[in-house]
C-alpha cells in the first residue's frame, strides 16, 4: 500500500473508504492510522526528536504536515526539539501566551520505498488494535451466550474456531470425552470468558461448563426462555451424566415435565448435543434436606442429617440402595455434592443403627464411671439427650427430676455426684498442670479450663509470653474449634500480649487496632476472663 501524498492524495480517502468496509470499523479510525503513518515518516525525514504532526483533509485528502513547537516560560527550555522560551517566541509571533504552539508548515514529503513500507506497516498495525478493541467490546457483554463457529485449525489437541469478526479457543479439556473436531466442522459452544491480552482479545469457548447445559435448555423450553421456569443449579460429568435443579414460577406448570417435553423431547435434544450425556431433572426446594434426597435420586433417602454451618448432610439410605445412592465410581453422591453444595456422606441403615447403638454404649458407660449409677440409670440419661457429666451440673433440679424414673432426691444425687466427679477431675488437671510447668498467669489471662491448660502444656505453651507468640489459629488448633472460636481465640491472645507488656501502657483497645491480629474493639473484655467466652464452652 504505497502512498504517494504528493501525487495520491483524493486517493487516501478511497484507501480509508475500503479499508473501513474491509474490517468494518470506523472510517475515522483508518484516517487517524493512516495520519500516525505520514507523522512517522515525517519525523524519520525531519528528524524524530521533533514534534512533526500529520493531518488528512476529510473532503479533499490534502496532507498538512506540520512541526510544532511549544511555548514554555523557563529558559533554558528542557528539551530543544520541541520547546521554546516565551521571550524568543514573543519576537517571531508576538502576543504568544505560554502554553501555546507555534506551527511551521512543512513542504509534503514523497514516500520512497522504505517510507512507504514504514507507513504500511503503522497502518495495519493501528487498524488491527482498532479491530481487537473492538472485538473485545463486542463479545465481552456476550459471555454466558451460546455461540455457533467452524473449526478452523487445532494446534496441540485445542481447536480455533472461526465465530465470523473473531476467533475464539476451545481448549482440548473443555470438549466433551471421546467428541473428535475437523476443520470446517460447526461447532456450538458456550462462552465463559473473554480476556483482552496484549496479543488481541481472547474468547474462551466451552462445552462442558453447566452453563453450557442450562443454556441449551433455554434454547429448547421456552418457560426457561420466558422465565417462568428457573434453573437453579447445575453439576456435569460431561459426557456421562448431569443433575439440573428446576423451579416453577407458575403452580400449574410441572417444572420437570416442561424440561422433558412431549415424550422427552427436549430433553433428548439437549442429550444429543451433549454426546449421550444422560440428565437427571429434579424439582428444587428451599428446604435443603428435601432438595437433597431429591438430588440423590433414584436412590431412595430413609434419613438425612443436616449440618448448617459446616455445609454437611448425614444420609442414611436402605441397605439395598447403597450402591445406586452413590453411583458407579461415586458419580451420583459427587454430582448430588455439586449440585447442592453440601458435603454428603452416606450411610446405610445397618451402619447407622451400629453407630448409634456405640454411641450410646460410649454415652452410658461416662455415666456409670463418672456418676457410679447402674446402665439402667446411665441408659435413661443418654435416651434424655444428656451427653456429658457437665450437663447434668448445669441442667435445672426440676428439669432432672422430671425425667421418667427420677424424683427430687434422685435428682440432687445425681447432681451432687456430677459436681464431686468434675471437682476431682479438674483437680488431677491442675495437678496435672504444674507438674507440666504452665503458669497461674496463663490461666488468669485466658480464664481456661484446667484440661484446656493442660492441653497447652502438652504443646509447650507455658508462660504468657508463649500464649502471645501464638497466632488465633494456633491457638484453636491446640484446644479444638468446638472449644473456643476465632474471635475469642484472638481476644484471649490479644489479652496475653498486653499482660506481657508487648504494648506498655497502651490502653489494650488501641493495641487491638494497631495489632497485626487485630481483634475487633471490645473483645479485649472477653479476653480478661471476666466473662465465660473465653472458656469455649
Partial sequence: MALDVAIARPELLQVA????????????????????????????????????????????GEVKLSRWTEVVEQEPVENEATQIPHRIAQKIKPGIAVGEFIVDPLPPIDFGRIA??????????????????????E?????????????????????????GRAEALLRRDETIPREAFKNGDRVRAYIYDVREEPRGPQIFLSRTHPGFLAKLFAQEVPEIYDGIIEIKAV????????????????????????????????????????????????????????????????AEVSKVVLDDEGRRVEVVVPDDQLSLAIGRRGQNVRLASQLTRYDIDILTEAEESERRQEDFRKRSGLFVEGLDVDDVIAGLLVTEGF???????????????????????????????????????DAEFDEKRRELGVEDAVAEVGGFTPAMLV????????????????????????????????E???????????????????????????????????EGDAAGGETDDARGG
Fill in 387 to 425: 451427653g456429658t457429666i457437665e450437663e447434668i451440673v448445669n441442667v435445672d433440679d426440676e428439669e432432672l427430676a422430671g425425667i421418667e424414673g427420677f424424683d427430687e432426691n434422685i435428682a440432687a444425687e445425681l447432681k451432687r455426684r456430677a459436681s464431686a466427679f468434675l471437682e476431682k477431675r
Fill in 116 to 137: 512507504a513500507q514504514t507507513a504500511k506497516q503503522v497502518i495495519v498495525q493501528r487498524v488491527r488494535e482498532v479491530e481487537r478493541s473492538k472485538q473485545y467490546h
Fill in 139 to 163: 463479545y465481552k457483554d456476550r459471555v454466558g451466550e451460546i455461540i455457533n463457529g467452524i473449526v478452523k485449525r487445532t494446534e496441540y489437541g485445542n481447536l480455533m474456531v472461526d465465530l
Fill in 235 to 298: 453439576a456435569r460429568d460431561p459426557g456421562s451424566r448431569a443433575k439440573m435443579a428446576v423451579i416453577s414460577r407458575d403452580s400449574s406448570i410441572d417444572p420437570v415435565g416442561a424440561c422433558v417435553g412431549m415424550r422427552g423431547s427436549r430433553v433428548q435434544a439437549v442429550v444429543q448435543e451433549l454426546q449421550g450425556e444422560k440428565i437427571d431433572i429434579i424439582p428444587w426446594s428451599p428446604d435443603q434436606a428435601t432438595f437433597i434426597v431429591n438430588a440423590l435420586a433414584p
Fill in 17 to 60: 473508504d475500503a479499508v473501513a468496509r474491509e474490517k468494518m470499523i470506523e472510517r475515522e479510525e483508518v484516517l487517524e492510522a493512516m495520519e500516525q503513518a505520514i507523522q512517522k515518516a515525517g519525523r524519520a525525514k525531519y528528524g524524530h526528536e521533533k514534534d512533526i504532526r500529520a493531518v488528512i483533509d476529510r473532503k479533499s
Fill in 488 to 522: 475469642t481465640a484472638n481476644a484471649v491472645i490479644m489479652a496475653a500480649r498486653q499482660s506481657a507488656g508487648w504494648f506498655g501502657d497502651e490502653p489494650l483497645e488501641e493495641a487491638q487496632g494497631d495489632s497485626e491480629d487485630g481483634v475487633a474493639e471490645g
Fill in 455 to 486: 492441653a497447652l502444656g502438652e504443646k509447650g505453651v507455658k508462660t504468657l509470653e508463649d500464649l502471645a507468640d501464638l497466632a488465633g489459629d494456633e491457638l484453636i488448633e491446640i484446644l479444638g474449634a468446638e472449644a473456643v472460636d476465632e
